[in-house]
């Protein structure tokens, strides 16, 4: 195996490493969200986020303050860009939505974030789908439709859930434009300092609009066990998995590694289960396998793109 092909599969390792890890934050923070208002959950788990990420780059920039923000003087406009979209907007967006609306509908509106990220990532002229790729996103995002599906109680798009269901919308249509944006990013800077910076600028936002429900925290309610699993949902599914995440938009294209984000309803589905105990039946995995089915179809159909342009540049040479 050489270099490149060993590279592509260490970034799909570290993409199946966030799907898993974004699969048990989705019920972490239903849990989460019973003993703290959305906006202060936020705040706790970007902070968390931060301080992990702040400790492994000042390591890597050898304890400088001064390297440790180079990457933000190089780029300052296009970091401020990246942090207002996947850090202020998206984090607000998803937060909001997800307590106000079901899990359900949740779930099914967020699979629409690839179609938003190829659709982008065209526009923006960083990447680009053959027609098997659109296939294969297609019926991946069907498979996500199908698990979303398996209860009609679920999906309830009445009128008092309306407002929840778009600000979900949003948050989709926010986190397909920062996975577009984070691509020619990438190219230039580290997908860790490119998390850190942009998650660190956006504290100060989120500060702001977390203060106000501080009061209406019932602290004694959350116990060390409420701490731990904001811990786990800042550091790992918030921080260390943004990063992975970049990386494979660099190694692996904007459009490929958003279809992986289709995942996450299935392991999000298991989490569920082990976790809150709710039951899984033959429609859920009869939607997991579209999903996995649609992952392959993509995979193979890139592989065959790059072949295909490897060819060519050989024979022009």
Not at 61 to 89: E, Q
Not at 135 to 157: D, H, K, N, P
Request: charged letters at 10%.
């Amino acid at each position: 195996m050489n270099n490149s092909l060993l590279s592509r599969f260490r970034s799909e390792l570290e993409l199946i490493a966030v799907i898993l890890l974004w699969g048990i934050n989705f019920p972490l923070i239903k849990v989460i969200l019973e003993v703290m208002p959305p906006h202060v959950l936020n705040l706790f788990r970007i902070v968390s986020a931060g301080l992990v990420l702040s400790f492994i780059q000042l390591r890597r920039s050898n304890w400088s303050v001064s390297a440790f923000w180079a990457p933000f003087r190089s780029d300052p406009k296009a970091f401020l860009i990246i942090s207002l979209v996947g850090w202020v907007l998206y984090q607000i967006a998803f937060i909001t939505g997800l307590n106000i609306t079901s899990a359900g509908n949740g779930a099914l509106i967020m699979a629409s974030s690839p179609i938003w990220t190829a659709l982008l990532a065209r526009m923006m002229r960083v990447d680009r789908l053959s027609l098997l790729s659109w296939m294969g996103l297609i019926v991946s995002i069907l498979g996500t439709t199908e698990i979303v599906l398996m209860s009609s109680a679920e999906i309830r798009f009445t009128s008092d859930l309306m407002i929840g269901n778009g600000v979900v919308l949003l948050a989709a249509i926010f986190w397909g434009s920062y996975t577009a944006l984070t691509r020619p990013m990438v190219a230039k800077h580290t997908p860790l300092s490119l998390t850190v910076i942009s998650l660190l600028l956006a504290i100060p936002v989120l500060i702001l609009f977390a203060v106000p429900l501080w009061n209406e925290t019932d602290w004694s309610k959350v116990t060390w066990l409420y701490w731990v699993a904001i811990f786990f949902s800042g550091s790992l599914s918030t921080g260390i998995a943004i990063v992975f995440w970049n990386n494979s938009v660099r190694k692996l294209g904007a459009s490929h590694t958003a279809a992986f984000g289709n995942l996450v309803p299935l392991v999000a589905l298991f989490a569920s289960y082990f976790m809150l105990g709710n039951e899984i039946v033959a429609s859920q995995l009869i939607g997991g396998t579209l999903i996995i089915g649609g992952l392959v179809i993509m995979r193979w159909a890139r592989r065959r793109m790059q072949m295909s342009e490897l060819i060519s540049t050989t024979r022009i040479h």
